[in-house]
C-alpha cells in the first residue's frame, strides 16, 4: 500500500489526506512541498523515549527549577544504573525565576515531600501531563507522533495521553482553559517544529517539582531533529508574568526506540498507591452519560 | 474459531471478487481517504442487531449477561469504563457519544483516538494477526487489531481481548475469546458507517452484527477528557442521558 521511496513516503507523512486513488501528480507535488518537513514518525514502530524525566538546562540564560543541592534527586533509572536509592523531589527555591507566591506554594510541596510524603505527580495519578509537562511525563513510555496535513498528533503510550497541535492557524480568539492548552505550529525549516500553546489549565504543574503557573502561562516549544533523526531535541520558551519574574528556557531530549504500541492503561493499576496519602485517580462519582 | 476462519475466508473472497475493478491499476497508490473528525448522532446503552433480533446467547452467554445485569444494578460490579474512565472495548466504544478521529498514519497504520477516555485504537495495515500465543499473553482492552482495504473499505480484524469490559453499557457479556470484524467505509461524503461482526462462541450461539454510522465533522475539534470532570455538551446526540 505505500511507496517506498523516500521522497513519496515523505509526501505522504505530510499529506496522507490528499492521497487518494486518482491524486498520482498530486502526490509528486506534494513530494517537493514535503521534502520541507522534518519526519518526526518514519513508520508506525519508531516512537520516541524521553532521556530522563526532568526540564534540563537551555544552553543559555534563567533555566527550570531543578532539585535543592542538600536533596539531591534520584530517578528510578540513575537508582538503577548506580544501586542508589531513588528519591522523591525537593525543589530548589532559590531559583530566581520564581515569584514569591510560587516560592511559597513550592515549599509547602517541598516540607510535603521532607515529611516523607509523596508529591503529586501527573503520570502517577493519571492526570493529563499539561504543557510543558508533556515533555517530562514518563520516563518509560514512548510518544508517538503522527504527522498529517493539518494536525501533529502526540500519544504518550501511558494512559494513554493524546495531545493534538493544530498547523497553520491561528489561535482561537477566546479558547477555553483546557489541561493541553490550545496549541498551533508551523514548521520552520526541514528540522524543527514549533508549536505556540496558550490556554493551560492551571490545575496543570509546569514539572514535577509542583511549579505553579497562572493562566497567562505561554509556551512555545521547537521540537527539533538531532543526531541524524536518531534523537529529537526540544527547546522550550516559558513566559508567565503571573508566576515568573523573567521569561525563561528549557530542554528536553528523546531517543528514538523500536517499540510496537502496547496498551498501558494508567487508570486500572494505581488505584491504591502503596496506601501513601495520595491525590485519588480521577473517577466520576456517577457515570457520565 | 475455525467457523470463525471460514466465515472470514468467504467474506474475504466475496469482497476480493467485488474489489477488482477498484484494484486495477496501480493498485498501491490507491489508498482510500476515511480520515476526519467523527461524531454519532445518536446513542443506544443496549446494542441493537442487524435485522433486530435479540442477542443469540448460548446458555453461558445468558448467565453471564444475568449476572452482568444483576451486578451493574446492585453495585457488585463495577461499570469501570464509566467510573475510571477505562477503555470501553469493542463493540461498546462503537456507541461512543462523543466524537472521534481517524487518522491514516504513522505508515502502516491506522489510528482511531476517541475523546471518551483518551482511548486509542492502533490498526497494523497489511500485516497478520499476532500469534495466539502473543494475543493470550498479552490481552488489551481494545484487542489487537489488524486492517486492510477491500476497495473503498477498511477492514479491521481484531482478537485478543481481555475480559473487562461489556458489549454495551447494558452489560451484554463477551470472553477473552472473541472476536471481531469491521467493515467502515464512507456511505455518503458525509458519513461513516461501521458494521461489526462478533464471533464468540462461548456465550452466542452465532455470529451476529451491529451496525453504527457516524457523521463526517471535521469542524470539531477533541477535548481533553479527564474522568468525573464536566465535558462537552452532548444535546445533538439523541438517546444520552445524563444523570
Same mark, same amino acid.
Request: glycine share 6%.
Given at each position: 500500500?505505500?511507496?517506498?521511496?523516500?521522497?513519496?513516503?515523505?509526501?505522504?507523512?505530510?499529506?496522507?489526506?490528499?492521497?487518494?486513488? !486518482?491524486?498520482?501528480?498530486?502526490?509528486?507535488?506534494? !513530494?517537493?512541498?514535503?521534502?520541507?518537513?522534518?519526519?518526526?514518525?518514519?513508520?508506525?514502530?519508531?516512537?520516541? =523515549?524521553?532521556?530522563?524525566?526532568?526540564?534540563?538546562?537551555?544552553?543559555?540564560?534563567?533555566?527550570?527549577?531543578?532539585?535543592?543541592?542538600?536533596?539531591?534527586?534520584?530517578?528510578?533509572?540513575?537508582?538503577?544504573?548506580?544501586?542508589?536509592?531513588?528519591?522523591?523531589?525537593?525543589?530548589?527555591?532559590?531559583?530566581?525565576?520564581?515569584?514569591?507566591?510560587?516560592?511559597?506554594?513550592?515549599?509547602?510541596?517541598?516540607?510535603?515531600?521532607?515529611?516523607?510524603?509523596?508529591?503529586?505527580?501527573?503520570?502517577?495519578?493519571?492526570?493529563?501531563?499539561?504543557?510543558?509537562?508533556?515533555? &517530562?511525563?514518563? =520516563?518509560?513510555?514512548?510518544?508517538?507522533?503522527?504527522?498529517?496535513?493539518? +494536525?501533529?498528533?502526540?500519544?504518550?503510550?501511558?494512559?494513554?495521553?493524546?495531545?493534538?497541535?493544530?498547523?497553520?492557524?491561528?489561535?482561537?480568539?477566546?479558547?477555553?482553559?483546557?489541561?493541553?492548552?490550545?496549541?498551533?505550529?508551523?514548521?520552520?525549516?526541514?528540522?524543527?517544529?514549533?508549536?505556540?500553546?496558550?490556554? &493551560?489549565?492551571?490545575?496543570?504543574?509546569?514539572?514535577?517539582?509542583?511549579?505553579?503557573?497562572?493562566? +497567562?502561562?505561554?509556551?512555545?516549544?521547537?521540537?527539533?531533529?538531532?543526531?541524524?533523526?536518531?534523537?529529537?531535541?526540544?527547546?522550550?520558551?516559558?513566559?508567565?508574568?503571573?508566576?515568573?519574574?523573567?521569561?525563561?528556557?528549557?530542554?528536553?531530549?528523546?531517543?528514538?526506540?523500536?517499540?510496537?504500541?502496547?496498551?498501558?492503561?494508567?487508570?486500572?493499576?494505581?488505584?491504591?498507591?502503596?496506601?501513601?496519602?495520595?491525590?485519588?485517580?480521577?473517577?466520576?462519582?456517577?457515570?457520565?452519560? | 474459531?475455525?467457523?470463525?476462519?471460514?466465515?472470514?475466508?468467504?467474506?474475504?473472497?466475496?469482497?476480493? @471478487?467485488?474489489?477488482?475493478?477498484?484494484?486495477?491499476?496501480?493498485? #498501491?497508490?490507491?489508498?482510500?481517504?476515511?480520515?476526519?473528525?467523527?461524531?454519532?448522532?445518536? #446513542?443506544?446503552?443496549?446494542?441493537?442487531?442487524?435485522?433486530?433480533? /435479540?442477542?443469540?446467547?448460548? $446458555?453461558?452467554?445468558?448467565?453471564?449477561? $444475568?449476572?452482568?445485569?444483576?451486578? %451493574?444494578?446492585?453495585?457488585?460490579?463495577?461499570?469501570?469504563?464509566?467510573?475510571?474512565? *477505562?477503555?470501553?472495548? %469493542?463493540?461498546?466504544?462503537?456507541?461512543?457519544? #462523543?466524537?472521534?478521529?481517524?487518522?491514516?498514519?504513522?505508515?502502516?497504520?491506522?489510528?482511531?483516538?476517541?475523546? %471518551?477516555?483518551?482511548? *486509542?485504537?492502533?490498526?497494523?495495515?497489511?500485516?497478520?494477526?499476532?500469534?495466539?500465543?502473543?494475543?493470550?499473553?498479552?490481552?488489551? #482492552?481494545?484487542?489487537?487489531?489488524?486492517?486492510?482495504?477491500?476497495?473503498?473499505? %477498511?477492514?479491521?480484524?481484531?482478537?485478543?481481548?481481555?475480559?473487562?469490559?461489556? @458489549?454495551?453499557?447494558?452489560?451484554?457479556?463477551?470472553?477473552?475469546?472473541?472476536?471481531? *470484524?469491521?467493515?467502515?467505509?464512507?456511505?455518503?461524503?458525509?458519513?461513516?458507517?461501521? *458494521?461489526?461482526? @462478533?464471533?464468540?462462541?462461548?456465550?452466542?450461539?452465532?455470529?451476529?452484527?451491529?451496525?453504527?454510522?457516524?457523521?463526517?465533522?471535521?469542524?470539531?475539534?477533541? $477535548?481533553?477528557?479527564?474522568?468525573?470532570?464536566?465535558?462537552? /455538551?452532548?444535546?445533538?446526540?439523541?438517546?444520552?442521558?445524563?444523570?
Amino acid at each position: 500500500m505505500f511507496i517506498t521511496t523516500n521522497s513519496v513516503r515523505a509526501a505522504l507523512i505530510v499529506s496522507l489526506h490528499a492521497v487518494t486513488v !486518482a491524486t498520482a501528480l498530486a502526490a509528486d507535488s506534494s !513530494a517537493k512541498q514535503g521534502a520541507a518537513v522534518p519526519d518526526f514518525t518514519i513508520d508506525s514502530k519508531s516512537p520516541w =523515549l524521553m532521556v530522563g524525566d526532568e526540564l534540563l538546562p537551555a544552553p543559555s540564560g534563567p533555566g527550570p527549577v531543578t532539585f535543592d543541592k542538600r536533596y539531591p534527586y534520584v530517578d528510578n533509572a540513575a537508582a538503577r544504573r548506580t544501586g542508589t536509592q531513588p528519591t522523591y523531589r525537593v525543589a530548589d527555591l532559590s531559583n530566581p525565576i520564581l515569584q514569591p507566591w510560587a516560592v511559597e506554594q513550592m515549599r509547602k510541596a517541598n516540607d510535603w515531600v521532607l515529611a516523607g510524603k509523596v508529591l503529586f505527580r501527573a503520570r502517577e495519578r493519571c492526570y493529563p501531563a499539561g504543557v510543558p509537562g508533556w515533555v &517530562i511525563y514518563t =520516563l518509560a513510555e514512548p510518544i508517538f507522533i503522527l504527522q498529517t496535513e493539518k +494536525q501533529v498528533t502526540m500519544i504518550n503510550q501511558g494512559g494513554p495521553e493524546v495531545r493534538r497541535i493544530y498547523l497553520d492557524v491561528p489561535h482561537s480568539p477566546n479558547p477555553k482553559p483546557s489541561w493541553y492548552g490550545e496549541s498551533v505550529s508551523d514548521y520552520d525549516g526541514n528540522d524543527t517544529l514549533v508549536a505556540e500553546s496558550i490556554a &493551560i489549565s492551571t490545575e496543570t504543574f509546569i514539572d514535577s517539582y509542583g511549579t505553579p503557573h497562572t493562566d +497567562q502561562l505561554h509556551v512555545v516549544e521547537r521540537y527539533k531533529l538531532i543526531d541524524g533523526g536518531k534523537m529529537m531535541e526540544v527547546l522550550i520558551s516559558i513566559e508567565d508574568p503571573g508566576a515568573f519574574t523573567t521569561p525563561w528556557s528549557a530542554m528536553q531530549r528523546f531517543r528514538r526506540v523500536p517499540r510496537e504500541w502496547s496498551e498501558d492503561i494508567c487508570a486500572e493499576n494505581n488505584l491504591d498507591f502503596l496506601q501513601y496519602e495520595v491525590v485519588p485517580l480521577p473517577q466520576a462519582d456517577k457515570p457520565d452519560f | 474459531m475455525s467457523i470463525f476462519w471460514i466465515f472470514a475466508r468467504a467474506g474475504f473472497v466475496w469482497t476480493a @471478487i467485488l474489489a477488482i475493478p477498484a484494484m486495477s491499476g496501480s493498485a #498501491y497508490a490507491e489508498t482510500p481517504d476515511i480520515s476526519g473528525t467523527y461524531w454519532a448522532t445518536e #446513542y443506544r446503552a443496549k446494542i441493537q442487531l442487524v435485522g433486530g433480533s /435479540d442477542l443469540p446467547l448460548t $446458555e453461558a452467554g445468558k448467565a453471564a449477561y $444475568e449476572k452482568n445485569m444483576a451486578g %451493574l444494578k446492585d453495585g457488585s460490579i463495577t461499570d469501570a469504563a464509566r467510573k475510571y474512565c *477505562v477503555p470501553d472495548g %469493542l463493540p461498546r466504544v462503537l456507541a461512543t457519544p #462523543y466524537p472521534f478521529e481517524i487518522i491514516q498514519a504513522p505508515p502502516g497504520q491506522v489510528t482511531i483516538i476517541h475523546e %471518551l477516555n483518551h482511548q *486509542v485504537r492502533v490498526v497494523a495495515m497489511d500485516k497478520p494477526m499476532p500469534s495466539e500465543k502473543d494475543l493470550t499473553t498479552f490481552p488489551f #482492552y481494545n484487542g489487537h487489531s489488524v486492517g486492510h482495504f477491500e476497495g473503498d473499505t %477498511l477492514v479491521i480484524e481484531t482478537a485478543g481481548f481481555n475480559e473487562k469490559t461489556f @458489549i454495551d453499557a447494558a452489560g451484554a457479556p463477551h470472553t477473552d475469546e472473541m472476536r471481531t *470484524v469491521e467493515r467502515i467505509r464512507r456511505i455518503s461524503p458525509t458519513q461513516l458507517e461501521d *458494521v461489526i461482526t @462478533i464471533h464468540d462462541p462461548q456465550y452466542y450461539s452465532r455470529d451476529w452484527q451491529a451496525r453504527f454510522v457516524y457523521n463526517l465533522r471535521n469542524d470539531v475539534r477533541l $477535548e481533553d477528557y479527564v474522568c468525573g470532570e464536566p465535558h462537552r /455538551d452532548l444535546s445533538s446526540v439523541a438517546g444520552v442521558r445524563r444523570p
